[in-house]
């Protein structure tokens, strides 16, 4: 059955992890709006001109050009058995777009992944990504206890995102609450919302999250006389 998914959660709370995990899991597409921007902005496109800023401020980037790159990501061949959408939508707007671009397709599955403020920042702190390939560093980069220095997948260098500095993180979480938070409410009443702590270790989560899925599309089967 096809699954289309979308992670929702502060920054920090394991929405990349999750959906890398899952995607693979299930051979669909990842699809993070974060990573896409970084990349348009490595290569200095127009997008990534528009982008760079505010991403560097901590801000949205704006509803328009996020619209612009889900849509024509959503509509190529390899999503159509599904994907796992991580860091969008931000915005009632964009949920309310999104939610035009799945006419026809099996509804939306949400995740909501939560954790607590301190932790978010303290994750957030360590975090640590590939400043080629933009891949988050596991602990795989790092030999026998030491800290990462290059990628284990193409041996770039282990960076920390500019945008996980303190200042910065700290107006991310702001905007969130702000602007994305809100989205709880916008889904929380439908069928196919699910909330899961996203404090325990990230296999308990993951495990978490897969039976939240399989639930959901169970009970999908079972109203509409489908198989699971
Ligand atoms: P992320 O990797 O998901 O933490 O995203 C990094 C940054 O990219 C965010 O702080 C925003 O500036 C921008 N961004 C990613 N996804 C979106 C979105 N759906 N709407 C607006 N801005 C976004």
Avoid: W
């Avoid at 995607?23 to 990534?48: F, K, M, Q, W």
């Avoid at 969130?176 to 990230?202: C, N």
Wanted: net charge neutral; aromatic share 4%.
């Amino acid at each position: 059955m096809a699954l289309n998914l979308i992670m929702l959660g502060a920054p920090g709370a394991g929405k990349g992890t999750q959906a890398v995990r899952l995607a693979r899991a299930r051979r669909i597409p990842h699809v993070s709006t974060g990573a896409i921007l970084r990349e348009e902005v490595a290569a200095d496109t127009a997008i990534g001109r528009i982008a760079r800023e505010q991403m560097a401020r901590g801000d949205l980037v704006d509803d328009g050009v996020m619209l612009g790159i889900v849509e024509e990501r959503l509509s190529r061949p390899d999503a159509r058995e599904g994907f796992v959408l991580d860091g969008f939508p931000r915005t009632v707007a964009q949920a309310e777009a999104l939610d035009g671009f799945m006419v026809g397709r099996p509804p939306l599955i949400v995740v909501d992944i939560a954790a607590p403020e301190e932790e978010l920042i303290r994750r957030l702190a360590s975090r640590r990504i590939c400043g080629a390939c933009g891949r988050d560093a596991t602990p795989l980069d790092g030999a026998r206890g030491r800290a990462a220095t290059r990628c284990s997948r193409c041996g770039g260098p282990i960076v920390q995102r500019t945008d996980d500095d303190v200042e910065v993180v700290r107006e991310r979480l702001k905007v969130y609450q702000r602007q994305t938070a809100p989205l709880v409410e916008y889904y929380q009443d439908r069928p196919t919302f699910r909330a899961i702590d996203g404090m325990p270790a990230p296999e308990q989560v993951a495990a978490a999250i897969v039976r939240a899925v399989d639930d959901v599309q169970q009970q999908r089967a079972a109203n509409s006389g489908d198989r699971p």
